[in-house]
């Protein structure tokens, strides 16, 4: 295990654990630059590891998978998830075996690959108790070594910040 998932429980669950703001599950390291525009929507995106799009192609499409660098656009009204700076084909949400939360607004979207943690299940948790024990159970099971974000989250890193906006987005809506 990596150093930034041995920092202590609490601070993993408010998603402070990151060095340098990566993920100590993102193994893969490229020349290829940290961020590049996506070709359809023009957003700075984060570049992914490979095996992440390999795992989440649904499989009639791996096959236009190409030994280039990724990136991920996290644009939610832009098709694209997956794409290159090279000539080669891109991947949209419907060539993605999941939904991505980023661009699914749905209460069934997980915002937590590894432990299937929706946007529902957080809600029905908020309105049973008052209050979410996502970050803190997800915590556990980083610390514990049993997540798998690099190959589960689309984004290919920890979910939890996207729990932790699910949950203040939900608390918000509650409250109006």
């Known amino acids: 295990m990596n150093t930034c998932c041995t920092s ?3 601070t993993i669950a408010a998603d402070k654990h990151k060095v340098n703001d990566e993920c100590c599950l993102v193994a893969e390291k490229t020349e290829a630059p940290v961020t590049a525009k996506c070709p359809v929507s023009g957003t700075l995106s984060r570049k992914v ?4 799009v390999e795992h989440l192609i649904k499989s009639e499409r791996r096959d236009v998978i190409e030994n280039v660098q990724y990136y991920y656009c996290a644009e939610p ?3 694209v998830v997956y794409f290159s700076g090279e000539n080669v084909p891109y991947f949209t949400k419907n060539n993605v075996s999941v939904k991505v939360f980023a661009k699914e607004p749905g209460d069934d979207v997980n915002a937590c690959y590894c432990f299937d943690w929706t946007r529902k299940r957080i809600q029905e948790e908020l309105v049973n108790t008052g209050k979410s024990t996502a970050s ?3 915590a556990r099971e980083i610390k514990a070594g049993t997540c ?4 589960k989250n689309p984004k290919g890193e920890c979910c939890l910040g996207d729990v932790n906006s699910a949950v203040k987005e939900i608390i918000s809506k509650k409250s109006q």
């Open 136 to 138: 803190l159970q997800i």
């Open 49 to 52: 590891q490979r095996r992440t």
């Open 8 to 10: 202590p429980i609490e």
């Open 77 to 79: 009204t832009c098709e």
């Open 148 to 151: 798998a974000c690099d190959v």
